[in-house]
């Protein structure tokens, strides 16, 4: 018994089409694998190289950051100066009042003085 040859045909190109499924499936899979693999491969050569330059390059400081924390230290002392020369300025008042209350009645005190001597003469 013979097959028509439209059916042979036919039964020929399914089989070709499922073989090219599998084979383009696992070929797939095994290249997709590969391209995981050298993703993670080329990254961690890249954390490496970069942990590698952080020991080789020092830290340096920002100039300007240095530069806000001298101004902020330098206003910080202003004003700490400041507070002290108004309290010292507010002592300085209250010993001139008690200077002048002192004064007056020493003032009173030579005038009664004169007073009584003038009187005594």
């Known amino acids: 018994m013979t097959t028509p040859p439209l059916a042979q045909f036919s039964g020929q190109q399914q089989q070709q089409t499922q073989a090219a499924r599998d084979v383009n499936t696992a070929s797939l899979c095994r290249i997709g694998q590969e391209t995981v693999q050298d993703i993670v491969l080329r990254t961690m050569e890249i954390f490496q190289l970069l942990r590698n ?3 080789l390059i ?3 400081e920002d100039d300007s950051s240095k530069l806000e924390d001298r101004m902020a230290n330098q206003l910080r002392a202003a004003s700490e100066e400041r507070r002290e020369v108004l309290e010292v300025n507010k002592k300085l008042k209250q010993k001139n009042q008690q200077l002048k209350m ?3 009645q020493l003032r009173n ?3 009664e003085i004169n007073s009584m001597l003038a009187v005594r003469s």
């Open 109 to 111: 005190l030579i005038w």
């Open 58 to 60: 020092p830290y340096v």
């Open 102 to 104: 002192i004064m007056d």
């Open 53 to 55: 330059m952080q020991q």
